[in-house]
T-cell receptor
Framework: KAGVTQTPRYLIKTRGQQVTLSCSPISGHRSVSWYQQTPGQGLQFLFEYFSETQRNKGNFPGRFSGRQFSNSRSEMNVSTLELGDSALYLC??????????????FGQGTRLTVV | GENVEQHPSTLSVQEGDSAVIKCTYSDSASNYFPWYKQELGKRPQLIIDIRSNVGEKKDQRIAVTLNKTAKHFSLHITETQPEDSAVYFCAATSLFGGYQKVTFGIGTKLQVIP
């Protein structure tokens, strides 16, 4: 069974631009969560999608948005990029979101650098 | 919402010694606590988890303890080896709006010195 796939792996953008990141969950997984990882802040929750609906949202500005398609693939978009958005963006998929015993499987991440 | 505090942020131990990482959580409704290990340049992977109806769980050299009253849980690694060097994240899972929400700690960078 293929794991969680994130594309692209690396991305360099300039301030003010926008970017779209993609995440394909493990086959059969319907929940996708996104996290921002930075050295000083650890893993910060961005949002979670299930059945094409955003179920939970973290404390990030509206520049960060996402969506989920009918095949459970998810995209994350960041508009008007700032230097502080440079980070590793990880997505994680899980089988069902309303179970509190569900392991999250992470992708390799997309390393975004804003210059 | 849930708040998870993790410490220490960095930990160095000699090979063969034990390592302990501690986390506290704020939401008393949280009842699932996974631990993830992230090796350098790799994705986080689940290494052990514990549910709130259990006080301790062991898997070879790794153990996790949970104190629900005090709202803290800990990861214990015994007989550490160089391959244990990684960043470890604790997490607490609670229901939010009818769906689970996972809140991670800030991470602990463990270095095992040969």
């Amino acid at each position: 069974k293929a794991g969680v796939t994130q594309t692209p792996r690396y991305l360099i953008k300039t301030r003010g631009q926008q970017v779209t990141l993609s995440c394909s969950p493990i086959s059969g997984h319907r929940s996708v969560s996104w996290y921002q990882q930075t050295p000083g802040q650890g893993l910060q929750f961005l949002f979670e999608y299930f059945s094409e609906t955003q179920r939970n949202k973290g404390n990030f500005p509206g520049r960060f948005s996402g969506r989920q398609f009918s095949n459970s693939r998810s995209e994350m978009n960041v508009s008007t990029l700032e230097l502080g958005d440079s980070a590793l963006y990880l997505c994680a998929s899980s089988l069902i979101p309303n179970s509190q015993n569900t392991e999250a499987f992470f992708g390799q991440g997309t390393r975004l650098t804003v210059v | 919402g849930e708040n998870v505090e993790q410490h220490p942020s960095t930990l160095s131990v000699q090979e063969g010694d034990s390592a302990v990482i501690k986390c506290t959580y704020s939401d008393s409704a949280s009842n699932y606590f996974p631990w993830y290990k992230q090796e350098l340049g790799k994705r986080p992977q689940l290494i052990i988890d514990i549910r709130s109806n259990v006080g301790e769980k062991k898997d070879q050299r790794i153990a996790v303890t949970l104190n629900k009253t005090a709202k803290h849980f800990s990861l214990h690694i015994t007989e550490t080896q160089p391959e244990d060097s990684a960043v470890y994240f604790c997490a607490a899972t609670s229901l939010f709006g009818g769906y689970q929400k996972v809140t991670f700690g800030i991470g602990t960078k463990l270095q095992v010195i040969p």
